[in-house]
């Protein structure tokens, strides 16, 4: 028989488990690419075969003629570019998790109560720099566009 004071472990999931988007996850989520990934190997093996035709067959002759530093600028450059390609390419773009449905609800119901914002009026700019038009300015509704019939 279990003790009733044992507490039952629930596994967690994570939210990219929770919310699949357009995204692919590897290592349990701590690295995060694009569905497409053909552009980054592409870039990868251009800056793959480009550095090593550098280093096979202008670095010795560089190396020899004017300084031996070339070589160690070209390995720093190198590691250096392909540890920010590989940084940006496996990390979190900042992306936001889905909200949850009462998330969503409790926002909706929120944006629902312009009435009671002390700032729900003034000039609104249009798009052109040029064109101004006097309507009802809605800051409390940021992000959502304006409808000309409020």
């Known amino acids: ?3 009733p004071h044992k507490k039952k472990k629930i596994a967690a999931r994570r939210k990219w488990e929770v919310f699949p988007g357009r995204n692919k996850f590897f290592c349990n989520g701590r690295i ?23 280093f096979a067959f202008d670095c010795p002759y560089l190396a020899v003629k004017i300084t031996p530093a070339i070589p160690v600028v070209g390995g720093i450059l190198f590691f250096f570019v392909m540890g920010t390609l590989l940084r ?3 990390s979190d773009p900042g992306v936001l998790p889905r909200a949850t449905p009462d998330e969503a609800a409790d926002l909706e119901r929120q944006i629902g109560n312009l ?24 800051p409390c509704r940021m992000g959502r566009a304006l409808d000309s019939d409020e």
């Open 1 to 3: 028989m279990e003790s």
């Open 115 to 138: 009435k009671a914002c002390p700032l729900a009026s003034g000039p609104f700019p249009l798009r052109s720099a040029t064109a101004w038009q006097d309507r009802p300015r809605r």
């Open 88 to 90: 940006t390419s496996f």
């Open 32 to 54: 995060m690419m694009a569905r497409q990934t053909g552009v980054f190997y592409l870039t990868l093996i251009l800056i793959l075969v480009t550095s090593g035709l550098f």
